[in-house]
């Protein structure tokens, strides 16, 4: 995983960009309700202009408790009947269900049907106008180009201008909501809920679990934990010739949110496909001094001069950087072995905040 630090100058544009468009987006719809019954009344009472924009920019931490408030302020409705509501939705059409689940489930449903008309994801990201406010938007003032769980595979937002201002919107990262929107309606717009990402990882390995963020790394969170993630190679025995593997190497082996997390997105399992990457960063360190780097350097500054960070990115097509992870797949993992190799040292290219 990546870390996504909230303080990059380009984080804070897209998240002030996205908290005022998406709380007149959401301030819209709440008009559009209506006033013919009762639970929509309720709604538009409480979803004041201040409290849209607190669900759509608060903290991770803040936002349960923002989605909890509401819960808990609304006529008829209560923290633990939603909790409730939300196992509801675990269970099967088939499944037989007692008085009580039935009754919960028609109190909640017309509620949340309303919810999801005002935080209308699906309307954000398909949005049709050349100029409006929308994922695609979303995920170029990020632009975060590699899937921010795994690292693996580029996530690149593509728009394509045409004559007349037109604008052909090509592809994007998937957005995956860190508080699933089947459950938590009132987060499905909230800037840090949105974490862009692959297919993969979104809709075939996080897909709806709820995690909590006692239990697992938020990539806008717990950078002090991102730090204790070392992907590392262990020799594997095999008759004949050496082989190798790729592991995540947790430095704190007592910190539980690493290790869930690793488990969770099959960190250790997805890396073991790109062996081969690994063999050839192995194979360089036995071909080639341990001078490498520098002896391409002195070449080149001959005619131009370029610094380590810039070899660096010529010589393994990936960045050296922390905060540069992003913009190229297996990054983190190519610098962590290369540093375990002895190829570099990690203090000559240093990652920044």
Sequence with gaps: MIYINPLNRCNKIAFEIHKDNLSDFVKNKVKDLGENCEIKNEVKRLLTPDRISLLISSQPNDLLLQNEKFYEDIVGYDIN????????????????????????????????????????YNSFVMKKGQNSYDGYQLAKNLGVQTCVYCNRLYTKTVIKDFILKKKNKITRPEFDHWFPKSKYPLLALSFYNLIPSCHICNSNLKGDDDMSLDDYLHPYLDKESFDKIKFSYVYKNSIGERTFEIQ????????????????????????????????????????YSDRYLDNLQSILTNSSNVSKNEIYRMAFGVYS??????????????????????????DDYKSYD
């Design 81 to 120: 009947g939603y909790n409730q509501y939300k196992e509801n939705l675990k269970i099967k059409k088939n499944d037989e269900l007692s008085s009580e689940l039935i009754s919960n489930r028609e109190t909640y449903k017309k509620l949340h049907q309303i919810l999801n008309e005002v935080f209308n």
């Design 248 to 287: 995540p190497n947790i430095l704190d082996n007592e910190n539980k949110k690493i290790i869930k997390t690793i488990e969770s997105f099959k960190l250790k399992e997805v890396y073991e496909a790109h062996l081969d990457e690994l063999n050839d960063l192995v194979a360089l360190r036995d071909k």
């Design 321 to 346: 950087e922390e905060g540069d992870f992003h913009r190229r797949p297996l990054s983190k993992m190519k610098k962590d072995i290369l540093t375990e190799l002895g190829v570099i040292k990690e």
